[in-house]
């Protein structure tokens, strides 16, 4: 029986769902040798859109999955099993603008990582264009000294961009600690 909270469950296959959007039998499973969440499985591509520039996406999964973990009192760490260099091909993936991008559901990601990471939170999404927004996330201002490192602010921007480009929508987040 897997020692972790269904929380971190419920919260990385929510981060993992909201970017990547190609992978339909991706594993998303707790190892308890390693102690560790690990993803296998994934399209080449959302594995490119899961790891990001430099890694920025996939140190961002990393920084929010460790700040929820503190929330239960055992940080819960990511592993990211992918394909072979010689099984790889570079994947072409431009960004596709979609005037019908799911509002509700990049809404419900923030609500999920935020609700994970702190005590209380509130956004709002402004639509700039059919393809752009700016979500305004409040968060409780007594958190902001516990989470500036690993920077849990840049860290949920990250995510919130990255699930917004999966989904066709150039998406900006704005942090309001109050």
Known sequence: MPTVEPHSEILLRAIVGAICKRSKDHTIRWSEAGSTWVIMNLDERDQGRLIG??????????????YAGLVQGKPEPVKLISLPKSERTPPKSPFKPNPKWDRKALGKLADIITLACTTKAAWVIEDQSDHEAIISIQLDKRS???????????????????????????????????
């Open 144 to 178: 902001k000294a516990a989470m500036t490192d690993p920077d849990f602010e840049l860290s949920l921007k990250t995510l919130i961009h990255s699930a917004g480009m999966s989904d066709g929508a150039s998406v900006t987040a704005n942090i309001l600690w109050k």
């Open 53 to 66: 520039k430099g890694g920025a996406t996939f140190y961002a999964l990393e920084t929010v999955m460790w």
